[in-house]
């Protein structure tokens, strides 16, 4: 399969192919080459893509990389037989940068704040990562190339004045993360029934919330109630948050199948 047949055939749509498309370049830099080579900044409904097209091209030597464990949004290492995951993220190749952007104790600013004020200074989306916002402080991880820009130019966030300075990525304090863990039991691993379990909702209701597009399975808007979900993947809903189903096992005494999710509360 050539990489138009491979593209066509794993897109769901013109934005996913031009992502796909990049991705593949990086891939083919590393194959041809043999030198490192990484990608932009994936959100999870990129990366779910991303994945599809590394297992169709025989599952190249890759790592997913936020700057910290369990990050939201990822690069695409591509790592020729030289080197190894772990020097990659300790060496020069590794191209992730963290910042602290100090602000004055109670300024109350959002994730939106920050992002916005850093895309106002001309950086693009796929050059920033997470932003881990704490009280007087928001950490930053972005490419190497928007590292400068920030140092140099980001002086203000809303209305408040901010000081930018460099991190190391290993000095990143994630947020603590609060879960529910749900043990439960579903007659079909459709998404709406797993979704129904994790957020402690009516499957009926849930499977209306889904056709009305306000569920998305791993990053991508899902409408299909009967789609069928994985061990490992997230689903979010508008005004309900966010579900992992961790494990799946195998059925119980009356034949139904044993789940275990993960809820952010």
């Known amino acids: 399969m050539n990489k138009t047949e491979l593209?066509?055939?794993?897109?769901?749509?013109?934005?996913?192919?031009l992502v796909l498309a990049r991705?593949?370049?990086?891939?083919?830099?590393?194959?041809n080459r043999g030198i490192p080579a990484h990608t932009f900044f994936l959100s999870l409904a990129e990366?779910?893509?991303?994945?599809?097209?590394i297992a169709a091209s025989g599952r190249p030597r890759h790592r997913f990389w936020g700057g910290y464990e369990e990050a939201e949004r990822t690069v695409c290492?591509?790592?020729?037989?030289?080197?190894?995951?772990?020097?990659?993220?300790?060496?020069?190749?590794?191209?992730?940068?963290?910042?602290?952007?100090?602000?004055?104790?109670?300024?109350g600013l959002t994730h939106r704040d920050f992002l916005g004020s850093i895309l106002g200074l001309g950086i693009t989306r796929e050059k920033v990562g997470d932003l881990l916002v704490g009280e007087g402080a928001c950490q930053v991880i972005v490419l190497e190339e928007a590292e400068k820009v920030l140092l140099t130019q980001l002086d203000q966030v809303g209305r408040q004045r901010v000081r930018a300075v460099?991190?190391?990525?290993?000095?990143?304090?994630?947020?603590?993360?609060?879960v529910k863990a749900i043990r439960d039991t579903v007659a079909t691993l459709r998404l709406d029934a797993v979704a129904s379990s994790g957020f402690s909702l009516a499957r009926s209701k849930m499977a209306d919330a889904i056709s009305s597009g306000k569920v998305a399975l791993n990053g991508r808007e899902c409408v299909k109630p009967d789609r069928t979900v994985a061990e490992g993947d997230v689903i979010t809903c508008r005004g309900l948050g966010k579900c992992v189903l961790k494990e799946v096992s195998g059925p119980s005494k009356k034949g139904r199948t044993m789940i275990v999710i993960e809820r952010y509360v």
């Open 47 to 53: 990366r779910t893509a991303a994945e599809r097209l």
């Open 166 to 178: 460099p991190m190391a990525l290993d000095e990143l304090v994630p947020p603590v993360r609060q």
């Open 77 to 107: 290492a591509f790592l020729p037989d030289w080197l190894e995951a772990e020097d990659w993220r300790a060496g020069p190749d590794c191209p992730l940068r963290a910042l602290r952007l100090s602000v004055p104790t109670g300024a």
């Open 23 to 31: 991705v593949l370049d990086k891939l083919d830099l590393t194959r």
């Open 7 to 17: 593209l066509n055939k794993l897109a769901a749509d013109a934005d996913e192919r």
